[in-house]
């Protein structure tokens, strides 16, 4: 990475499939394989020559200072820890960030003696030998996690989870494994027993139930909540609180849910906000309306031609989508959803 390295960002769940695929694609054509010959001889296997990590040729340690060019913006060390403990940063997505900036054709031993030596370079004494230590321990950590099989049918996705947070505590303690991947198995479990939570409190008013889904957050997230919480996009607590709040609206006239959904979408969005999404709304909804008004008289159309050729049907067909739809563009658009709908359904069978 640049000078963006250790900086602040947003961070989301990293699911276990998805985290397996990455590595192996990474390791197999970004990095080249482990075993591939070094081009210039200058990286040693980090795994088979240094038991510490903490040595770095000096060939990289020069190249490190063109290759990670500072601009003045790094952060201390001490506040890449506060940022790593309360969730502001992801030291993980840090490293991705710095393997993308290594140079083209590096293997991934090579990548690995890079980012030492700009750790090296960039901290000193203890700040650095932390931050080597825990390089060192993700990286045993990655070549663990090849071993592991993602795709088994015999583990639900929480107890796959677990497994790996069980690799994770063969490499890192405790406190290190809270830093590296806290916010993410905070997220994990947030999300695995989300569902308990919905299910238990359904029958509650809609407002005892929003302050409770929020309290079950902050316990969940701990120290992570006002990270997570400040970097919520206001629509998506929007979409929450339409969710928690559907069962109490369902009960609702239509005049009263209309009124009520008014209410909390100008309470996120403002009144300008609200009427943006509200024409929005009925656009859709004139759509729907207008595509529901066709599809009948499509029907009726070919209950009452029954003879028709399949050419004489199409026509019949295109003229109806055009007089409803209002343009031609409109029709041959409707034409080919219907067509890919229809593929996709058949390739279902």
């Known amino acids: ?13 990293i699911a276990l499939i998805f985290l397996f695929v990455i590595y192996q694609f990474t390791k197999s054509n970004e990095f080249g394989s482990a075993e591939e010959e070094n081009p210039n001889d200058k990286a040693e296997s980090f795994f088979r020559t240094q038991s510490d990590g903490f040595s770095v040729d ?71 030998k932390k931050l080597l230590n825990l390089l060192t321990n993700y990286l045993k950590y990655e070549e663990a996690m090849v071993q592991l099989d993602p795709s088994s049918k015999s583990y639900t996705n929480a107890e796959r989870y677990e497994q790996i947070k069980q690799l994770r505590r063969k ?15 905070a997220t994990a479990d947030f999300s695995f027993n989300r569902k308990n939570f ?13 302050r409770l889904y929020e309290d079950y957050r902050k316990k969940s997230f701990g120290p992570y909540y006002n990270a997570v919480a400040s970097r919520e996009p206001q629509y998506d607590k929007f979409e929450t609180e339409m969710d928690l709040r559907q069962a109490e609206l369902s ?3 239509g005049t009263e849910r209309d ?10 969005f403002g009144k300008d906000g609200n009427e943006r999404m509200e024409k929005v709304l009925r656009e859709i909804k004139e759509e729907e309306e207008t595509i529901s008004k066709l599809e009948v008289e499509e029907k009726n159309l070919l209950k009452n031609n029954p003879n028709l050729s399949e050419s004489e049907k ?28 229809k593929t996709l359904k058949n390739s279902g069978n």
Not at 2 to 13: M, Q
Not at 96 to 125: D, M, V
Request: charged share 35%; with cysteine; net charge negative.
């Open 259 to 268: 009124s009520k959904e008014r209410e909390v979408r100008i309470r996120y």
């Open 251 to 253: 009960k609702l006239s």
């Open 314 to 341: 199409e026509k019949k067909l295109m003229e109806l989508r055009i007089k409803t739809l209002g343009s031609k563009e409109l029709a041959e658009e409707y034409t080919r959803r219907l067509e890919y709908e």
């Open 171 to 185: 490499y890192f303690s405790k406190e290190d494994a809270e830093l590296i991947f806290g916010l993410e198995e």
């Open 1 to 13: 990475m640049n000078a963006k390295y250790f900086r602040p960002f947003s961070i989301g769940l």
């Open 58 to 128: 000096p060939f990289y340690l020069e190249s490190a200072k063109s290759i990670f060019s500072p601009d003045g913006q790094f952060l201390r060390f001490d506040d890449i820890l506060a940022k790593a403990k309360s969730g502001e940063l992801n030291l993980i997505s840090e490293l991705w960030n710095l393997r993308r900036q290594c140079p083209e054709g590096s293997t991934r031993e090579q990548c690995h003696e890079y980012i030492k030596a700009f750790i090296q370079n960039q901290y000193s004494g203890e700040d650095a």
């Open 198 to 210: 919905l299910d238990e409190t359904k029958h509650l008013k809609a407002e005892e139930r929003i």
